[in-house]
């Protein structure tokens, strides 16, 4: 039972405000003020993570014949980076601003003409995915500014995307008003910022000591590839998995964990033959991913394709889709699915002067593999997912009292509570022994929930906050009658009773199915 109202939605205070009242997500170093980029997961928040990455590796991984596993470390030799092209091209254009010291993205400012009486005075930038109204009230501030409040302003010029910072002239920008300034001409023309978090490592201090935070988790994959193939009886095509931390220093991390400083990937690196139908195999990847994420609750309708025009694509590409999502804050890249042709393999093969060739048994030949990479970010996933549960709907308490409640539908696969125990009263011993000892048989298999303190009714609230799926009351039938208890289920709070054995029967199917 989905409540009218959900249709995604849910607001980004509302999702971080349950996400902080609950335990699933808190700014890191908050005692000290939080600290811009990065996030600490709390007891719920970790559950939810973890099963998010179990259910993916289980899928990705252990049910398929075609790939394998592999954890790399986070600091690398510095030439990976040298050879991948990260040192010297992964950046983003930079702007500041010399009035208010904040700094933007510049492909993420958007400048759009101001006309007063029918002439272009000047221009406003907005931050990407920013308020019409947000717009209006800008452009008046320049225009006043320029000391023409009396002029008519042309609303209809505000309306769309605009033109990205980056190709504006500097003319124009020398009449641009900037998101927080209070005088146009502020904004720095946009230069490369570079992304990497560098480190050393030994004890030496000089630039031989150089090295980097791995800011994804893909040339881990690159580099241990050779070792994979002389090991592991693979066999084109194949792929290799990994998840794992990645460290990319955002010039604006912004819209909670959606862009932060850490986080976490899970990618795949498919090898194929370069004369497959890599068309058919990257169609393949994007419904499977399509299909994987339908899965754990986050509804196909909510997902779209954005497939990357030639002309924005790398030189090495042959094809880039990124699966969109319509977050809170609007729709944006959840999984990125790339087909990079030989290009890093040849790479490493360039720089390591080790083959990166394949002896493919069946073709008799050899030859560097091309690969299609779907890379996907836990901690995004993890958005999208309390984005898809997130809930408000209306059901009677315990007096039959319609009643407003908030609820996060999460599949049980990944929920992180998988059920609640109770007792239907906490001073009747008898009663109290069963409900603990089928929790502590639950608690065997899965995450489970005890709770015997309040009225039933809140206590079956508390759950549904978190997303727990089921509930498991305990009460005077069981005592007295047939050993059943009761199964509530959380979005349709309609109770049936099973025994303790078709309890663990049904838990298994939803859970584990
Ligand atoms: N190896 C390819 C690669 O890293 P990407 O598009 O830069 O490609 C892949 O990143 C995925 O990682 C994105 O689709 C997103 O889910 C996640 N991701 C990237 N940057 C992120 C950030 N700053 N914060 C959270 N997730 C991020």
Known sequence: MKSEMHNNSASMESIIGLCKRRGFIFASSEIYGGYNGFFDYGPLGVELRNNIKQVWWRDMVQRRDDIVGLDSSIIMHPAIWQASGHVDGFSD?????????????????????????????????????????????????????????????????????????????????????????????????????????????????????????????????????????????????????????????????????????????????????????????????????????????????????????????????????????????????????????????????KHSGKSMEFFDEAKKSKYIPHVIEPSLGVDRTLLAVLTAAYDEDEIPNDKGVVEKRTVLRFSPKIAPYKAAVFPLVKNKPELVAIAEKLYKQLQKRWNVFYDASGAIGRRYRRQDEIGTPYGITVDFDTLEKDGTVTLRDRDSTEQRRLSPDEVFAFLEKQIDG
């Open 93 to 349: 254009p930079m702007v500041d601003c010399k009035e208010s010291k904040l700094r933007y993205r510049a492909d993420q400012l958007f400048v759009y003409p101001v006309v007063l009486d029918g002439e272009v005075e000047g221009s406003i930038a907005s931050i990407e995915g920013s308020e019409l109204s947000a717009r209006i009230k800008q452009a008046k501030k320049l225009r006043d500014l320029l000391g023409k409040k009396q002029s008519a302003l042309d609303e209809s010029k505000l309306e769309g995307v605009g033109i990205e910072f980056t190709e504006i002239t500097t003319e124009q920008r020398s009449k641009t008003l900037g998101p927080d300034a209070t005088a146009w001409d502020t904004l720095t023309e946009p230069r490369e910022f570079k992304l990497m978090f560098e480190t050393k490592v030994g004890p030496l201090a000089d630039q031989s000591a150089t090295a980097y935070l791995r800011p994804e988790t893909a040339q881990g994959i690159f580099a241990n590839y050779k070792n994979i193939v002389d090991t592991g009886r693979v066999k084109i095509p194949f792929g290799i998995a990994q998840i794992g931390k990645a460290f990319r220093n955002e010039i604006t991390p912004r819209n909670f964990i959606f862009r932060s400083r850490e986080f976490e990937q899970m990618e795949i690196e498919y090898f194929i033959a370069p004369d497959a139908d890599w068309k058919a195999l990257h169609r393949e990847w994007l419904d499977c991913c399509i299909d994987w994420l339908a899965s754990i609750g986050i509804p196909k309708e909510e997902i779209s394709e954005d497939v990357h025009p030639e002309d924005k694509l790398a030189f090495y590409s042959q094809a880039t889709t990124d699966l969109m999502f319509n977050f809170p804050h609007g729709k944006q890249e959840l999984w990125g699915i790339a087909c990079r042709s030989d290009y890093d393999l040849g790479q490493h093969q």
